[in-house]
């Protein structure tokens, strides 16, 4: 393509990563489109952003990007924006209050991989000082505006980098989740907002809410999108004290596979007046329902608990303790209402950090029960949407509103993905939280791709339509192993239990290669049939593939008697899987019913 059509190649309609990814495969240059964003930027009204890179910097890491092949870096010429407390060397970081501001002499650990992948930063955004806040309101630059309606707030803390995503001013961004500031804004303007299990995205470079309790979190267009920046991000860093490498997720939710999902008890649910969400959580239940879920009804009181735990108890100390030299200091440089808050931290004792600890320990242990009974929990991200007038006469109590269904999540240590649920009567979007234990964030997001497909809400405040595109699991191990079973595990006959109970699912029915006898063994109950390779007059078995975490796997092949074992077994289609397998001479005595093709047709045969 020449330099001139490459210059004249529209700009693209949707900045969500497969449709910016086609764009550049027509040609787009990078340097284009990053001088176009840095106007529109430049120009936001809904005071999203602290700062921006100066353009001739930014169009100077387009034209050296521009050096590059799309195909060769994941994140290729996709802009992003930094929530304002994680570092970006070259700019500086504020955390919301102008006095606090420094000049970081490198980049967050997540920053640096987020560009050697191939992403640009378009600058920093706002949001509630100092990570304190639900609502984006709390900002000397301003109370940041939602994205559909200036008047109503655009959540937070993480308020900027959730708007310069809704309005189509970058693919994706970086925000930061204590209690809520990664979903509540996703939420209030219909994005996808990935809370991340704690510590699995390295936090050096940022600067701390709840150092305990921190985790960057990721917004974006589309569920597929923020898996994709997810796998780019996450690691182990040695030099971050709470960091820790993300652990085989087991549980995955394909197309077709059945789940149980968590609802809380409807007289524990809370709306705060409004008239119309609750409705709109019904339909998003019946919606998760279509999917394949069964809904099962919560006791939601001990996570509504641990949920009033965050600012009754030692984690406003811990706020207090992140910025104490500062706002010793400093007092009038911080913003009135996180003053209060934060000042609150001081008086906190020893006793009651104590007294704290151990009550959310025996909280957690009545919260995890749920997780016997259910794959998920669903539940509104925020209650009611409140104007930005109404959080400025009242912002206590309707910040902790806005909390009521988030702020027991990393208490907790769960995962979580926000995503976008209806658009309301009065043109506001209504957004639902999906989370699990630690670890399961990418079959969270397979679940809201497959959410987002069948639910046809535009992407953002851009009103563009999704554009299907996977989600990226590239490098990171699901921890599930696949087993072939031929006898009694079978679905609905008696052993069946020993893979439900360790967590496995069905995968589907196959046949072995024709290269195996089939024998019904002597001894049970319960009955057990045997296969053995032979060399020649083999036939094709019919099987079932089921799938179970590793780490059951282990307590599953140690109750197989003898003379059954597990082995590589060759299927139909060529492949090997792990599967029951027989010695020569557990054969002795038994019945050759290789003819039947199966157990079930052998049991249905001696039972006629």
Known sequence: MSAQSAMNTPLPTSLDFATLAAAYRRGLKPSALFAHLHERAAADSHRAWISLLPKEKLLALAVALEQRSPDDLPLYGLPFAIKDNIDFAGLPTTAGCPDYSYAPERHAVVIEKLIAAGAIPLGKTNLDQFATGLNGTRSPYGACRNAFKPDYISGGSSSGSAVSVADGQVSFSLGTDTAGSGRVPAAFNNLVGLKPTCGVLSSSGLVPACRS??????????????????????????????????????????????????????????????????????????????????????????????????????????????????????????????????????????????????????????????????????????????????????????????????????????????????????????????????????????????????????????????????????????????????????????????????????????????????????????????????????????????????????????????PLGIGKVRLEDGSQVSGFICEGLGISGGEDITAFGGWRAWLNQRQG
Not at 289 to 296: K, M, Q
Not at 332 to 348: C, D, K, M, Q, Y
């Open 213 to 562: 309790l921190d985790s960057i979190s990721i917004f974006a267009l589309t569920a597929a999108d923020a898996g994709m920046v997810f796998s780019v991000v996450q690691g182990f860093d040695a030099a971050d004290a709470y960091s820790r490498p993300l652990q085989p997720h087991g549980r995955r939710f394909p197309e077709g596979s059945p789940f149980r999902f968590g609802v809380p008890r409807t007289d524990q649910l809370a709306f705060f007046g409004d008239a119309e969400n609750p409705e709109l959580f019904a339909d998003a239940v019946a919606r998760l329902s279509a999917l394949g879920g069964t809904p099962v009804e919560l006791d939601f009181s001990p996570f509504l608990e641990t949920a009033r735990l965050l600012y009754g108890g030692p984690w406003v100390a811990e706020r207090y303790h992140a910025i104490k030299d500062f706002i010793e200091r400093q007092p009038e440089s911080v913003f009135p209402v996180t003053r209060e808050i934060t000042l609150g931290g001081a008086r906190a004792t020893a006793v009651e950090a104590f007294d704290a600890q151990y009550r959310l320990k025996s909280l957690k242990r009545r919260c995890d029960e749920a997780w016997q009974l259910v794959d998920l929990i669903i539940t509104p991200t925020a209650g009611s949407h409140p104007t930005i007038a109404a959080v400025e006469a009242d912002p206590i109590r309707i910040n902790s509103e806005l909390g009521y269904y988030t702020n027991f999540m990393n208490l907790l240590d769960y995962s979580a993905v926000a995503v976008p649920a209806a658009m309301r009567s009065d043109g506001l979007p209504f957004g639902v939280t999906l989370c699990a234990p630690a670890h399961q964030d990418l079959p969270l997001l397979e679940l809201a791709a497959r959410w987002q497909e069948h639910t046809a809400l535009p992407l953002g405040a851009t009103g563009q339509s999704l554009s299907p595109s996977p989600v990226s699991f590239s490098g990171i191990a699901d921890g599930m192993v696949r087993v072939a079973v031929c006898g009694a595990h079978l679905s609905g006959l008696p052993l069946n239990w020993q893979l439900t109970e360790r967590g496995g699912r069905l995968i589907g029915a196959t046949r072995s290669a024709p290269e195996y006898r089939f024998y019904a063994l002597v001894g049970g109950p319960p009955l057990r049939p045997g296969m053995v390779r032979v060399d020649q007059g083999g036939a094709k078995i019919e099987m079932e593939v089921w799938e179970l975490p590793a780490s059951n796997f282990g307590s599953f092949v140690a109750g197989i008697p003898a």
